[in-house]
């Protein structure tokens, strides 16, 4: 399955602006934060999904692309129902220190059964391989000649279809973008979320994160 973050679609308007038909994206490939981690009550991505964020004033190409990750990037060990870490690391935060929790604005949980569990990051699909700065290449049609402005994949990735259809209205995301070789995600052959090999703080699976040991 696939979906997009729609929050924010005149970004998409301005991306012709930066970059024309076959233009080279510069920033391709840099590490981004999707938007969506700022909300308290996101309780992060899911490994079936690919989200194309197209509002991220973080990337040179306004497009911040989640493909098929799970959980946070700012938490790659996830927290519990309760809003604790697991085992040695801290609770989630979001990148401006806000705490996780789960919760919308008048404090109801989004998810009453879930609450504040954010699950985390698979080993096998970790942020560096997931999510990253992106450019929409080509259409889903995988041509370039329909009126929208498409950008050239540096080195190192391929143009690789990505989202199939979201509506009418928001055609203009769905497509092609440049994704980093040889890290394309087949669902007959990764597990899914219920069965991938989670990072262990126990273990620094992941690397050194953030909050692990006080750090």
Same mark, same amino acid.
Not at 11 to 38: H, M, N, R
Not at 51 to 75: A, I, P, W
């Given at each position: 399955?696939?979906?997009?973050?729609?929050?924010?679609?005149?970004?998409?308007?301005?991306?012709?602006?930066?970059?024309?038909?076959?233009?080279?994206?510069?920033?391709?490939?840099?590490?981004?934060?999707?938007?969506?981690?700022?909300?308290?009550?996101?309780?992060?991505?899911?490994?079936?999904?690919?989200?194309?964020?197209?509002?991220?004033?973080?990337?040179?190409?306004?497009?911040?692309?989640?493909?098929?990750?799970?959980?946070?990037?700012?938490?790659?060990?996830?927290?519990?129902?309760?809003?604790?870490?697991?085992?040695?690391?801290?609770?989630?935060?979001?990148?401006?220190?806000?705490?996780?929790?789960?919760?919308?604005?008048?404090?109801?949980?989004?998810?009453?059964?879930?609450?504040?569990?954010?699950?985390?990051?698979?080993?096998?699909?970790?942020?560096?391989?997931?999510?990253?700065?992106?450019?929409?290449?080509?259409?889903?049609?995988? %041509?370039?000649?329909?009126? =929208? &402005?498409?950008? !050239?994949? $540096?080195?190192?990735?391929? +143009? *690789?279809?990505?989202?199939?259809?979201?509506?009418?209205?928001?055609?203009?995301?769905?497509?092609?973008?440049?994704? %980093?070789?040889?890290?394309? =995600? &087949?669902?007959? !052959?990764? $597990?899914?979320?219920?069965? +991938? *090999?989670?990072?262990?703080?126990?273990?620094?699976?992941?690397?050194?994160?953030?909050?692990?040991?006080?750090?």
């Amino acid at each position: 399955m696939t979906r997009s973050i729609l929050a924010g679609l005149a970004a998409v308007a301005a991306i012709p602006v930066l970059c024309g038909t076959g233009c080279q994206t510069t920033g391709v490939g840099d590490p981004c934060i999707p938007e969506s981690e700022y909300d308290p009550s996101y309780l992060g991505a899911s490994v079936d999904d690919v989200d194309t964020e197209s509002k991220s004033y973080q990337c040179q190409s306004f497009m911040c692309l989640v493909n098929h990750f799970q959980g946070r990037v700012t938490c790659p060990y996830g927290q519990a129902k309760d809003g604790s870490g697991n085992g040695p690391a801290q609770p989630c935060l979001t990148p401006i220190q806000q705490p996780v929790t789960g919760m919308d604005s008048y404090g109801n949980y989004v998810d009453p059964v879930n609450q504040a569990t954010v699950l985390p990051n698979c080993q096998d699909r970790q942020v560096a391989d997931a999510v990253y700065c992106s450019c929409r290449c080509q259409n889903v049609d995988g %041509k370039t000649d329909d009126g =929208f &402005n498409y950008c !050239t994949c $540096p080195s190192g990735f391929t +143009c *690789t279809q990505l989202v199939s259809s979201i509506g009418a209205t928001f055609e203009g995301l769905t497509g092609a973008y440049c994704v %980093k070789n040889n890290t394309d =995600f &087949n669902i007959n !052959t990764f $597990p899914g979320p219920g069965a +991938c *090999t989670p990072c262990d703080p126990t273990t620094a699976s992941c690397g050194p994160a953030q909050g692990v040991g006080g750090k």
